[in-house]
């Protein structure tokens, strides 16, 4: 738990508004995905968990310091483990999310163990979302308004976009990161771009990303650049007949240099070479395939997960 609770990797809590907080894992790279909570003081509803029953106990410890109850509703913004694996720590709360994302936690199972078979994820018991919707469904919480919004395929084709009108606050997930490379591969590019008009259509002021700092709407701007840089790259790539590690490894990706992750832009180009071939946006790809294409990106060795 040593790094867990190193000063670099200390998680915190931002207040947003009255009863509403981001959870912040720092750096936001692999595997340290935020949360958040409303609350008042009554009733609390939590956004996504955490990759470990040691994060997610932290994350407890920081939602019943701040002098709310433990939540009775747990929403997941997609089904990937660092946003679900700690759901069980917080039973028996009633797990909320996608039609899709409940299908996806079921049928991943323990997929980052898989992975990253290293890391101490402790007592992880797999719990997916038992309260499902398919389009939108609204709930409150706290006396607040809080409306889930799926966008259609975009970082995976379960996403929750958490969103509170009245706050102006909203939840993005992986649609948007802050300082960290997008990554597509499990959803889809063109229907990331069209999430992110919809997350603009809504007109927040306060960003929670699913990874990096609390920011503003400009965040949408940055993943947008980015994901049509990568769409003009599958393009050129495939137009020269290369493979997407070999357009990777051509790319001169020097506008992000500052992001995090930057393997990533070989698992988006297979998402990408995948669409422009005409196959349909969420079409499961081969993980196998784009996970050893990072790993090769990466000089060679698997990408550490910071859990």
């Known amino acids: 738990m040593d790094r867990a609770v190193d000063a670099a990797r200390t998680p915190y809590c931002v207040q947003l508004a009255t009863g509403v907080h981001a959870y912040i894992q720092p750096d936001g790279g692999w595997c340290l995905s935020n949360a958040g909570f409303v609350s008042d003081g009554t ?10 029953e040691p994060r997610a106990k932290l994350l407890r410890e920081a939602v019943l310091a701040s002098g709310a109850p433990d939540p009775a509703l747990v929403v997941n913004t997609h089904h990937h483990g660092d946003h679900t694996y700690g759901n069980s720590v917080f039973a028996p709360a009633t797990v909320v999310g996608h039609a899709a994302c409940r299908q996806q936690v079921l049928a991943a199972g323990r997929h980052l163990e898989l992975l990253w078979p290293e890391v101490e994820y402790g007592d992880v018991r797999l ?58 591969a499990f959803g889809s590019l063109g229907g990331s771009l069209r999430a992110l008009e919809d997350l603009r259509s809504l007109g927040a002021e306060t960003v929670v990303p699913g990874h990096g700092p609390v920011t503003d709407a400009g965040v949408f701007d940055a993943v947008e650049r980015y994901l049509r840089y990568v769409g003009e790259l599958a393009a050129q790539g495939r137009a020269a007949g290369r493979t997407p590690l070999e357009t990777a490894r051509a790319a ?9 992750e930057p393997e990533r832009l070989v698992a988006n180009l297979h ?29 060679g060795t698997m990408m550490p997960c910071h859990a």
């Open 127 to 184: 719990t997916a979302p038992g309260m499902t919707y398919t389009e939108s469904m609204t709930l409150t919480a706290g006396g607040a308004e809080v409306r889930l919004l799926h966008p259609g395929p975009a970082h995976t084709v379960g996403d929750t976009v958490v969103w509170l009108p009245e706050q102006r606050v909203v939840f993005a997930g992986d649609i948007a990161l802050c300082g960290g490379t997008p990554f597509v």
């Open 271 to 299: 998402r990408a070479y995948s669409e422009l071939a005409g196959e349909p946006e969420g079409r499961p790809l081969d993980a196998a395939a784009y996970f050893a294409d990072m790993a090769a990106l990466n000089g």
């Open 43 to 52: 009733t609390t509803l939590l956004v996504d968990t955490a990759a470990t």
């Open 252 to 260: 001169d990706p020097e506008a992000f240099a500052e992001l995090r």
